[in-house]
Structure formats: C-alpha cells, structure tokens
C-alpha cells in the first residue's frame, strides 16, 4: 500500500490537496482538504445588509455573479423584499449566461485535458481530423486547412517551449484513449472556447456593468435602467445585442460542445462505472418562474428542487433549509460547544483554529483535523451538489427537456440510467444543462422583451429600502443553485446592521473532510475504487475530481503560519 499526494489539485485556483492510499492498483481511501480560510463572514459583521453582497461577490473571482445573487436573496428574505419581474428575469439572464460561460470553461479548460492526449495531437492527419470533425457536427470550422493550422500552431508551441498550461501535463499516459485525430479536434476547440468565451460574457458587461464582479445587484431588484427611448438603458437595441450573443452561445455548444462530450465519452465508456461516490444528491433549484424569492417558493422554479437519496430516481424528496447544519470535526475551526456538533448556518460560528503540522510536511494527519473546510450536511447526510445533482433531480421531477436530453445521450452512449451515478455521468451532466440553459435563456430575453413591450419599466422595489421600516431584528437566507452547485447565504439583522452572516458553499458540501461520524465527503467517497495506471502519475484522480468543478476560492482566506492575517484592508 502507498499515500499519494496531489497538490495543488485543480487547474483554475489552488488550494486543494488530496491525500489518497493506492493498493492493488486502486484507491482504497482518500482525504480532501482546503489550505487556505475563508473570512468574509467576519468582514461582514456591523455592516449595512443592502451592501453585503458587494463584499460577497468578492469571495470568489471564479463564481462570478453568484454570491451577489445569494446574498440579495438572503437579505431580501429577512426583510420580506421582492423584485419586480423585469428585475427578476435580467437575474435569470444574468445567471443562465454564466452557467453556459461557466461550463464551456470548465469542459475545455479545466477538465478536457484529463482525457485529451495533447501531444498526440502533433501526429494527427488533418483531412481525417476534419473527417471525423464532419461526421459529427455542422461546426464551421471543420476544414482539413484549419486543422493543419491548429497543428503547426500547437508545433510551434511545443518547439518553442511556450507550452502554458500544457507543460505539467501526463502526456502519453497510458490511460489516454482518443486517437491523434480526436486530440487535434480537441486541442481546436479548446482554443476556440477562448474565443467564444471572451466574447460570450459581454452579456454580464451589458447587464452588469462588468465582469467578473457585475455591479447592478441591489437589495430589492437592480440598478441597470429600462428605458425603450434611451440609449443609455436597456432598449430595443440592447434586447437584439444580447439576442445575438445568446444566440452564438447556443450555436457554440450545439456544435462543438455536446458533440465534443459525446465523442469523449464514447472512448472512456468504462467510466460510466467509476467514481459515483455518495449517491445522495441535493438542489436547491432556480430560476424563478415569477417575481417571488425562489428561497420561499421552491414550486416556481425552472429548475426543481429537491433530493435524490441512494441512487433512487423513483422518488425526489422534498427538500427544507432547516435540515442544513456544519460539522467542524476535521475542520481547523472550533465551537464553543464542541467540536463534534453540527451547527445550522443562522447559529454558525468561524473561529480558525489550526492544529495542522508546520510546513514543510509530507502528509496531514488525516485522523485529526486537516482541512479548512467545514462539513456541510442535509439532515445529518452528506450529499452531492452540482450539475449532476440538478440534472438528476430534474430528470426523475419529469422536467421534460431534461429528460429528453438525458435519454438521448444515454442512448447514443449505449449505457443505462445507473451510468449517470459516476465520473462520466457528472462530465455529461454538465453538458446537458449547458444545452438546457443556453436554449432557456433565449425564452429568457423573449419574456423580458415582452414584459418590456407591454409598458413594464419597473426594476426596482424601493418600498422596504428604508432601514427605518425594517423590524429591529430580523434573518433570512438565499438560496441559489450556482454553476459548481448548491450556495446559500444567511443572514441575521439588528440594529440595521449585519449581526452574523454564514455562507455554505458548493465546493465545501463537495469536498469538506469527514463529520463527526467518519463518513466522508463527496470527494473522499467518488474517489473510492478508482483505477490507478500509474500512481507517479495520477491523472485518474484528477479526472474525478475535476468532473466536480472545484473552486477553492469561496473557502479561502490567506493566513501565515502563526494564524495572522497576511493582508488586511481598510475599506472606507
């Protein structure tokens, strides 16, 4: 038996480690853990509500848009605020366009080169490239001529040892599988989605001002202006620009993505049965269908809410936030009830308090405490969140559209429904909500344009925005479903001001350490029994835990060693 370390594990921010033990060839125990601390809930303490989600936003650069989104409906919630429509259809826009942005990025940019062979690509013929590139997709650039410039291109990276992101790569790992031309097909829509993403993310610009970061949240609806005679508002000039980059979205994962994925997928079909891990699933779901807090009103939502447990799609449990609550066991935090309590989110506690080894070190230890994420749980049962999770609880609620999508890919993969629950079905997942979003934000801009059209300007509800009106005390949380899955926010008011505040993010229901009882995370369970070519090399690790889309960030806080913070600012 062997303890591999990989560290850092994830290609768009740092600080995850996982510690695995290798015997027989497979992984017969893991442990994920978190380096760095988050500390914006202690930012946030004393200060106005209407601002906290200008800070929150700034938890993660990555999740753009969607602590905004949690916090707004957090606070809104406390103080029994609604947006107005247009308001709550330009969120709906806002989120649905990040999710496809979100996902293209992570297929082609963080988690493809865990099955593409890019020095394989160097061997590719380009008139079969463009042969299999023709037989499945119409995506327009499929020529033998583009291929034969995407290689030269790739050529002279690697003669000129500009390599970038592919210099640390496994390549001609023998767990590689596509052949040369199915890498150079890769390879050019890798450098295509950097195309497509710099320009599909002008729809945040337009509707928030900026990206990352969108500036136009406010408590009670948003601060971009509906006006059908200025050129300074959202008109009917603005409703065609955004009409056109939804729409190329959309073109973009019809034509390359979905057929990308399915092609992937059918020369790693083994892993339909790899990396299933919990099977117990969660979403919150979202995109509201009307003006109401989707937090509040879990039956109007286009996405459904819910819980699916022990792999069963014959029933979606109800799902309620009061069963949320954080075990700090194996957390490098402490409660002034003990460690091995779980606290809901309204009643939690971040006090840091690390016992973990002094650097340098070559393992943690994993008996003890070892990660600075805490260990979310729904009604004492750790769960799954993310794509994966929304799909299936979509799937057995009968959203249609999902269904139709996840039978289709399963059909054309030739596998059952059980191959969902894995590695391979998480990836898919992913793609299938991508292709569900993108065609709903065009139905999206449809309604919006409607609503604008029938003389509704209104986006803002300013009747409870005075803090004069609020109750002396006062909690709420928001609810939001973000692209790496489940985020909720909470909140307590008094005196006007922010007494506490908690958020339970994605990535920590994923890849938190084991609770009070031993039983593990997301991340420790999905990497159990997986194969391992080459433990020096151990790039099925990565595939699994990639397949989740982790982002560290939402959990991050820097400290140096003695527990002192390394940067602190003053914001006026």
Same mark, same amino acid.
């Given at each position: 038996m062997s303890r591999i370390v990989v560290d850092p594990i994830t290609r768009i921010e740092g600080?995850?480690?996982?510690?695995?033990?290798?015997?027989?060839?497979?992984?017969?125990?893991?442990?994920?853990?978190?380096?760095?601390?988050r500390g914006i809930e202690k930012i946030l303490n004393g200060r106005d509500p209407r601002d906290a989600w200008y800070f929150t936003q700034r938890i993660c650069g990555v999740c753009t848009t969607v602590h905004a989104m949690a916090s707004v409906r957090a606070v809104e919630n406390a103080l029994g605020i609604e947006p107005p429509l247009n308001a709550q259809l330009i969120r709906n826009l806002i989120?649905?366009?990040?999710?496809?942005?979100?996902?293209?990025?992570?297929?082609?940019?963080?988690?493809?080169?865990?099955?593409?062979?890019?020095?394989?690509?160097?061997?590719?013929?380009? $008139?079969?490239?463009?042969? !299999? /590139?023709?037989?499945? =997709? &119409?995506y327009p650039r499929s020529s033998p @001529?583009?291929?034969? $410039?995407?290689?030269?291109? !790739? /050529?002279?990276?690697? =003669? &000129?040892?500009?390599?970038?992101?592919? @210099?640390?790569?496994?390549?001609?790992h023998p767990a590689y599988r596509l052949p040369p031309e199915g890498n150079l097909l890769a390879v050019s829509h890798y450098l295509d989605a950097l195309e497509f993403q710099r320009k599909y993310v002008e729809i945040h610009a337009i509707l928030g001002g900026k990206n990352p970061h969108l500036q136009t949240y406010l408590v009670g609806g948003m601060a971009v202006p509906i006006d059908p005679n200025s050129q300074n508002a959202i008109n009917a000039g603005t409703i065609g620009r955004l009409r056109g980059l939804l729409q190329e979205g959309l073109d973009f994962v019809t034509q390359a993505y979905i057929p990308d994925l399915l092609l992937v997928a059918s020369f790693y079909e083994d892993w339909a049965g790899i990396g299933g891990g919990l099977g117990n699933y969660m979403s919150f779901g979202d995109f509201p269908l009307g003006n109401k807090n989707p937090s509040m009103d879990p039956d109007n939502l286009f996405l459904p809410r819910g819980i699916v447990l022990g792999k069963d799609l014959g029933t979606v449990h109800p799902m309620a936030p009061t069963k949320i609550a954080e075990y700090?066991?194996?957390s490098w935090y402490s409660y002034e009830e003990g460690d091995d309590v779980a606290l809901p989110p309204l009643e939690g506690e971040t006090t840091p308090n690390y016992t973990g080894p002094e650097p340098p070190y070559e393992f943690l230890d994993t008996d003890a405490k070892y990660s600075w994420l805490k260990s979310p749980r729904y009604d004492d049962t750790p769960v799954e969140v993310g794509p994966l999770a929304r799909m299936l609880v979509a799937y057995a609620s009968g959203h249609e559209r999902v269904?139709?999508?996840?039978?289709?890919?399963?059909?054309?993969?030739?596998?059952?429904?059980?191959?969902?629950?894995?590695?391979?079905?998480?990836?898919?997942?992913?793609?299938?909500?991508?292709?569900?979003?993108?065609?709903?934000?065009?139905?999206?801009?449809?309604?919006l344009a409607a609503n604008i059209a029938g003389g509704d300007l209104q986006i803002h509800n300013g009747e409870l925005w005075d803090p004069k009106t609020w109750p002396d005390e006062a909690s709420g949380f928001g609810m939001h479903e973000a692209p790496r899955g489940s985020l909720s926010h909470w909140v307590k008011i008094a005196g006007g001001k922010v007494a506490s505040y908690q958020a339970v993010v994605p990535s920590t229901w994923n890849a938190g350490p084991r609770d009070a009882n031993g039983r593990r995370g997301a991340y420790e369970a999905a990497l159990l029994d997986t194969p391992m070519a080459d433990p020096a090399q151990p790039l099925e690790i990565l595939r699994t835990v990639h397949s989740f889309d982790p982002c560290m960030a939402c959990a991050a806080h820097v400290l140096?060693?003695?527990?002192?913070?390394?940067?602190?600012?003053?914001?006026?």
């Open positions: 600080h995850l480690r996982v510690e695995a033990e290798v015997d027989g060839g497979k992984i017969t125990d893991a442990w994920s853990s978190c380096t760095m601390w989120q649905a366009s990040q999710f496809v942005h979100d996902h293209v990025v992570h297929f082609y940019h963080l988690h493809a080169l865990d099955w593409v062979d890019v020095v394989s690509a160097l061997d590719a013929d380009p $008139a079969a490239t463009a042969d !299999l /590139a023709q037989s499945i =997709s &119409a @001529t583009y291929f034969a $410039a995407v290689r030269d291109r !790739l /050529a002279n990276f690697v =003669s &000129a040892g500009r390599l970038g992101p592919f @210099t640390n790569g496994y390549w001609g700090i066991s194996h269904v139709e999508l996840v039978d289709t890919v399963l059909t054309k993969l030739g596998v059952g429904a059980e191959a969902l629950f894995s590695t391979l079905g998480r990836t898919a997942a992913r793609g299938i909500e991508t292709q569900v979003l993108a065609e709903y934000s065009l139905a999206l801009l449809d309604t140096d060693k003695d527990g002192n913070p390394v940067v602190e600012v003053q914001v006026l």
